[in-house]
């Protein structure tokens, strides 16, 4: 049996940047909810994770995020396709390794 190479990735945050989408959703929940907003740097910091762990941390200290959890699932699937972009260059590499490898994400 040969060995067989496929290339996986995950596309948020790899393939996409989807850093200025997930900033104006949080800052757009926590505006709702009456709590100060976040700078782009401190959501850039809270993500990675997924959703809750990014309400867990952007909600002010003491707050249960569980409202703003909620908030965010309805809020950013409808706007996160906004700012949301492929980094520079990736299209073009994905076609050279396209070429060569399978590919998943």
Not at 59 to 83: L, S
Request: glycine share 8%.
């Amino acid at each position: 049996m040969g060995v067989y190479q496929i290339l996986f990735s995950d596309l948020d945050g790899t393939l996409l940047d989807t850093l200025a989408d997930l900033h104006d959703s949080t800052n757009h929940v926590l505006r709702e909810l009456g709590y100060p907003e976040r700078t782009l740097d401190e959501v850039r910091r809270f993500v990675g994770n997924g959703a809750r762990r990014l309400m867990d941390q952007a909600v002010p200290e003491g707050v249960d995020a569980q409202e703003a959890f909620d908030a965010f699932q309805n809020w950013y699937p409808k706007h996160c396709q906004i700012k949301t972009k492929p980094y520079a260059g990736i299209l073009e590499a994905l076609a050279v390794l396209g070429e060569k490898y399978p590919m998943a994400v």
